[in-house]
């Protein structure tokens, strides 16, 4: 199929396009690459693989959506917790319980008693 497309480029580059129709040899290498002369098999993976990729772009945009949403509440000093739960939930993640986080406790440091000096 590749030697039949490339065949194709190379006739259609030396046929000015006014006469591609008109054509008979490039006629002919089109109608071998539409007839049952090439297997419809790699055509039809083909589509189903370009139908993958659309989906996969079409989740992947939803997923960039939420993460700028996501940015935009923490710059904006906005409570994130029912978005990230919304997030999650649209993850498929189960979400757990948080816990807001303290500050650790600094252990303030001793003060060494003073030896007279020697």
């Known amino acids: 199929m590749k030697n039949l497309l490339d065949a194709e480029k190379e006739r259609a580059a030396l046929v000015p396009p006014q006469h591609r129709d ?7 290498i089109r109608q071998k690459l539409n007839d049952g002369i090439v297997s419809k098999k790699p055509r039809a993976d083909f589509a189903g693989a370009e139908a993958a990729l659309e989906k996969a772009r079409a989740d992947h945009g939803s997923y960039v959506a939420m993460a700028n949403l996501l940015a935009a509440y923490v710059q904006a000093g906005r409570d994130t917790t029912a978005l990230e739960t919304a997030i999650a939930q649209a993850l ?8 807001p986080v303290q500050a650790p406790v600094q252990a303030q440091p001793q003060a060494r008693a003073q030896q007279p000096p020697a």
């Open 92 to 99: 498929g993640i189960a979400v757990q319980p948080v816990q």
């Open 22 to 28: 008109a054509d008979q040899v490039l006629g002919g």
